[in-house]
């Protein structure tokens, strides 16, 4: 585990205590076991990798995800997307790997580039473990019962129809997890998603996703973090849900992402 400084509500920071580290100065396995245990880990004050070098780094936790691009996504604002990815609206609730065989365990993201204080853009985590624990247990059982098919044109590096249970294992902890992707209405995003709720009658299923929309977004389980050049964050796949905030100012922002399976 590393030393750090505890966020809320789940979390931590770790800073580096000198200058001229970089990530790879920090062991992957201890830096994976973090934040299985915190969920999300935030380094700070770390130089950070070139693409070849990051790709090594991570490849010694596991298998990468590859997609037709490689295995490190740049995300930026673009100024006509296909994909509601690189507009600079928001991005609601998703779990990454969604229409992978095999979801990653883990995603990485170096900040080259970050945002002016108030600019948006912040990437929110949400704990569903801790929503599903403190949710009634009738709802709970309602949950069990409902699976959601999702629908979307393939207009970038994912896309097509699936099912998936709304509730799943975590399979390294054991802990009950929500998976859930938010529909996207074609009013306002390029590639809308859409929802069909199995398992629960049509009242139940209105009543359910908008409880479970409210429960989701509640600050008690959620976690934004404000992007500043340099951050390195690291967060746990399984365990958890993310979505963006949309930008208020300058959309300049440019991460790097890599998945860890």
């Known amino acids: 585990m590393l030393d750090g400084t505890d966020l809320a509500p789940f979390g931590r920071v770790v800073t580096a205590d000198a200058g001229g580290r970089t990530l790879a100065d920090v062991p992957i396995d201890q830096l994976l076991a973090t934040t299985l245990a915190a969920k999300v880990l935030v380094l700070r004050g770390f130089d950070l990798l070139d693409k070849t070098d990051l790709e090594a780094y991570c490849m010694a936790a596991g298998e990468l995800v590859q997609w037709e691009f490689g295995t490190i996504l740049d995300l930026v604002v673009q100024e ?6 690189f507009d600079s609206g928001d991005v609601p609730f998703h779990w990454d790997g969604a229409w992978s065989e095999r979801a990653p365990r883990f995603f990485l993201f170096q900040c080259v580039q970050g945002c002016a204080p108030g600019a948006g853009g912040e990437t929110v985590f949400c704990d569903s473990t801790q929503v599903y624990r403190e949710a009634p247990e009738e709802l709970r059982e309602l949950w069990a019962r409902t699976s959601v098919t999702y629908r979307t044109d393939r207009l970038a590096h994912y896309g097509g129809t699936m099912t998936q249970p709304l ?15 938010e529909p996207l209405d074609p009013a306002r995003y390029r590639n809308p998603l859409f929802l069909t709720v199995e398992g ?62």
């Open 80 to 85: 006509n997307p296909q994909n509601y990815l």
């Open 200 to 261: 629960l009658g049509a009242d139940d299923a209105v009543q359910v996703m908008d409880d479970l929309r409210d429960r989701l977004h509640d600050p008690r389980y959620c976690y934004d973090h404000a992007w500043q050049t340099g951050d390195i964050v690291v967060a746990e796949n399984h365990a958890l849900l993310h979505g963006r905030n949309r930008f208020l100012g300058s959309t300049a922002r440019h991460m790097q992402r890599i998945q860890i399976i």
């Open 167 to 181: 509730l799943d294992t975590h399979p390294t902890t054991g802990e009950t997890t929500i998976r859930y992707a």
